[in-house]
């Protein structure tokens, strides 16, 4: 019967588009109400690198690899400093859509994030103090070529 194939085809490519969706976004960057994609794709690379690490921190891998990743491409964004990619006007847009997810995360965590997106703005003050009162300037001091461990997982 046509109809029958028919609705089983389309059944397969609704099942194989859901695999594809939880793939692309998994649930340790779509928990809450906003995605993390949303903030990310407006940083430059190091910092959107540790926002979503500190996004994703407790939900995907091991806290310890995380937070070292997360200090690494702290300190390289707060050592290389790159050019703004939104203004402050439009950080100030971000950080209120984050709010809403406060509750969400640890509240260093939010801070860290919120001074990521100011950092995204140009402004390195906040991520800098919020580094240092948290521990992501106590490693070795990084180098242009130094690597980030990356598990193979």
């Not at 019967?1 to 976004?25: F, P, Y």
Request: proline content about 3%; aromatic content about 12%.
């Amino acid at each position: 019967m046509k109809i029958a194939k028919n609705s089983n085809t389309q059944l397969n490519a609704q099942k194989k588009n859901r695999d594809v969706a939880r793939q692309v976004n998994p649930e340790h960057y779509t928990f809450g109400l906003v995605e993390c994609i949303t903030f990310n794709r407006f940083m430059p690379y190091s910092i959107g690198c540790a926002f979503k690490y500190l996004w994703r921190l407790g939900r995907k891998d091991d806290e310890t690899i995380e937070l070292g990743k997360i200090s690494w491409y702290v300190r390289d964004s707060l050592k290389f400093r790159p050019r703004p990619t939104i203004n402050a006007e439009f950080a100030d847009v971000l950080i209120r859509e984050l709010s809403l997810m406060e509750d969400e995360f640890e509240h260093e965590v939010y801070k860290m994030l919120v001074g990521l997106i100011s950092a995204a703005a140009g402004d390195f003050e906040l991520l800098e103090c919020l580094a240092e009162e948290y521990g992501f300037l106590n490693d070795a001091p990084i180098a242009a070529n130094q690597e980030v461990y990356v598990s193979e997982a």
